[in-house]
């Protein structure tokens, strides 16, 4: 189809297209799509995705920047109901509006050079979006799902940490998708909790201790030991082996 269309994936975009089928299906079974959900994917692509949510009865809202992809996804999608495609970069849009009545799932092979911020952005901003089944590079799955102490830990997994729960559901190799890629893939599962007072605050602590990651939390923050003590956290620790509650009670004792 791609050729009849004279289409090829374009790397600036980060374009590997998902064509095995059972694939699809292992991920649509995942999200537990059933009729009547709305489900938000973001990167259409060539809408395999896409049709098979629309046809386990999912009301689609895709989101695509590519417009040379315009006469396969129509081609594609010709017959399905309930899908809508927006022609814009999802990162120019304003979620909050889009998805303002609620109830949302993001279910999506999510384009690898947006992936960790824009599940990041979804997880402080975008409360509507319910739960987040999507597939992005292994390294990615790995940040996402880390535990203080594992060397995959830094911001996007404290986001997670703050927002929500993240598991990876299953890896997919790099043969499932045109062209392939040189990395695995692997889906990953996020389900919203409300978070806990002041984690803004706490995100932007941690940032600026990860912004000197190699350095002693007392180096990178500079509070008194005296705020350290208090809050019961090692002033000598570095910012990856910090539990969420650590960073809550260093923002409640610094005030930061």
């Known amino acids: 189809m791609l050729a009849r269309h004279g289409i090829r994936p374009r790397r600036s975009l980060g374009q590997h297209f998902l064509v095995d089928p059972n694939i699809v299906s292992k991920i649509v079974d995942a999200a537990g799509i059933e009729p009547g959900m709305k489900v938000v994917e973001v990167g259409a692509g060539t809408g395999a995705l896409t049709a098979a949510l629309a046809e386990r009865g999912a009301t689609v809202l895709a989101f695509e920047t590519d417009r040379s992809l315009e006469p396969l996804l129509s081609e594609v999608l010709a017959g399905v109901r309930g899908v809508e495609v927006r022609w814009v970069d999802v990162t120019q849009v304003d979620l909050v509006e ?123 923050l500079g509070f ?28 409640e004792v610094a005030g930061a």
Not at 164 to 180: D, I, M, S, W
Not at 238 to 249: A, G, H, M, S
């Open 98 to 220: 889009e998805l303002r009545d609620g109830g949302w799932r993001m279910v999506s092979n999510l384009p690898y050079g947006v992936a960790a911020p824009l599940v990041a952005d979804v997880l402080r901003r975008v409360p509507q979006v319910d739960e987040l089944v999507v597939m992005v590079q292994k390294e990615v799955a790995d940040r996402l799902c880390a535990s203080p102490g594992d060397p995959a830990y830094g911001l996007p997994s404290l986001v997670v940490g703050l927002h929500g729960e993240a598991r990876t559901l299953f890896r997919v190799p790099p043969t499932v998708f045109y062209p392939p890629p040189n990395v695995e893939s692997a889906v990953v599962r996020i389900t919203r909790r409300t978070p806990p007072p002041h984690a803004e605050e706490a995100l932007r602590l941690a940032g600026r201790a990860f912004g000197g990651r190699r350095k002693m939390l007392r180096r990178s």
């Open 224 to 251: 008194p030991e005296e705020v350290f003590v208090r809050a019961g956290v090692d002033p000598t620790a570095r910012p990856e082996t910090l539990e969420v509650e650590d960073w809550l009670r260093l923002v």
